[in-house]
């Protein structure tokens, strides 16, 4: 079945472009997820248009995402948490703890957003990464202190 993706599929193909995929990938999940459309011949005729309707809305998503992490990136998280004298916390500061922090602060992000490769285990400031769109990241500092 020919498609024509509305948004960046991986291993399938980029925004715009007019794809060949199996039957029950694209009507069970490509076009009810709406990242295609089946190309017919009045979508196809309509492909320009369809695309400059796309190439908006991710300008609109990408924008929100720069606005948000200008937003994060102003932000200092601070927590206090028990060590031991080497400094070594009896917890730890996960992905989760930081995803609650933004939460209170009024931004709503995943938690597979954040990407923390291991929990904090230690004392001291950390900058974490926070993944807000393909071409957004931004930087939190999170600081863990004796408690």
């Known amino acids: 079945m ?9 291993k399938v193909g980029r925004r715009g472009e007019v ?12 076009i009810p997820k709406k990242l295609a459309l089946s190309a017919t011949a009045g979508n196809l005729k309509n492909l320009e248009h369809i695309k400059t309707q796309q190439e908006a809305k991710a300008g609109r998503i990408k924008e929100d995402a720069e606005a948000l992490r200008a937003r994060i ?7 206090r948490r028990q060590a031991s004298e080497e ?12 995803v ?10 995943e938690r597979r957003r954040v990407l923390l490769d291991e929990p904090i285990k230690t004392l001291g400031d950390t900058s974490v990464t926070v993944r ?16």
């Open 2 to 10: 020919k498609v024509i993706l509305l948004d960046d599929v991986t």
């Open 19 to 30: 794809r060949d995929v199996s039957d029950g990938y694209a009507r069970n999940f490509l």
């Open 73 to 79: 990136e102003a932000l200092v998280y601070e927590q």
């Open 87 to 98: 400094g070594k916390l009896f917890g730890s500061v996960t992905s989760q703890d930081i």
């Open 100 to 109: 609650d922090f933004l939460a209170g602060q009024g931004v709503k992000v």
């Open 132 to 147: 807000l769109h393909p071409d957004v990241t931004a930087q939190l500092k999170v600081t863990v202190v004796r408690e």
